[in-house]
C-alpha cells in the first residue's frame, strides 16, 4: 500500500486527493531532462509514418554495448507503435520547448527531421541517440524500452529541464569541463 507523511482529507471531503496524487508530487521534485523518442511507425494502413512521443523518463543503462532506457506509459498511441522498432532519442536544448509540447500533444510546428541511419531524428536536439532494439521489460503502467546504441553526437548549449511540473533551463556547466573526445 502506498503511503505519505501528509495527512490527507478523508475520502468523502470535497479536498480528498488520493495517495497517487501525493506519489506524483514526490516524483516532480526530481529534476529530469527532456528528450522526444523518435521513430517510424507503420499505420493501420500500411503506410509509413514519422512519430514523435516527450519524455523525461530516460537514461543510461550500459557503456559495453552501450545501452539506453526509455519507460513509455503503455496507454499512450505511441506506445504499441514502438514496439520492436528502431528509434532516436533526442535531448532537447532549452530553447525547444515547443518541440516538446509539440510531441507532448499540443501540436503547433511542423517538425524538421533528419533522416537517421536507423531512426528519424529531430534537427538541432541537443544530443541524440539512435537506437535499435535491445529488449522491452513490464513497468507496471509503463513499458522499460531498451535500445542498443548505434550512432550518437552532442552539441553545445543549455538543456531543456522538467520539475515541479514546469518546464526549467538547465545551464551547460564550462567551468572546469573538458571535452570527452
Request: aromatic share 12%; charged share 20%.
Amino acid at each position: 500500500m502506498m503511503t505519505s507523511s501528509i495527512r490527507p482529507f478523508r475520502p468523502d471531503s470535497a479536498l480528498y486527493r488520493p495517495p497517487v496524487h501525493f506519489f506524483r508530487g514526490s516524483l516532480g521534485r526530481f529534476a529530469t531532462g527532456v528528450a522526444v523518442v523518435t521513430f517510424d511507425a507503420e499505420e493501420s494502413d500500411g503506410r509509413s509514418r514519422r512519430q514523435g512521443i516527450t519524455v523525461n523518463s530516460f537514461t543510461s543503462v550500459s557503456m559495453d554495448p552501450p545501452l539506453v532506457l526509455v519507460s513509455i506509459q503503455r496507454s499512450v498511441r505511441s506506445h504499441d507503435l514502438l514496439a520492436g522498432r528502431p528509434f532516436a532519442i533526442n535531448v532537447l536544448g532549452a530553447e525547444q520547448r515547443v518541440v516538446a509540447e509539440h510531441f507532448a500533444g499540443r501540436p503547433s510546428l511542423d517538425p524538421v527531421w533528419i533522416e537517421g541511419r536507423f531512426a528519424p531524428r529531430l534537427c538541432d536536439a541537443l544530443s541524440h541517440f539512435e537506437c535499435t532494439p535491445w529488449a522491452a521489460y513490464d513497468g507496471g503502467d509503463h513499458t522499460l524500452f531498451l535500445g542498443e546504441v548505434q550512432e550518437f553526437d552532442y552539441r553545445r548549449g543549455d538543456a531543456l529541464g522538467f520539475v515541479n511540473g514546469q518546464f526549467c533551463t538547465i545551464p551547460e556547466q564550462t567551468s572546469g569541463h573538458e571535452p570527452l573526445f
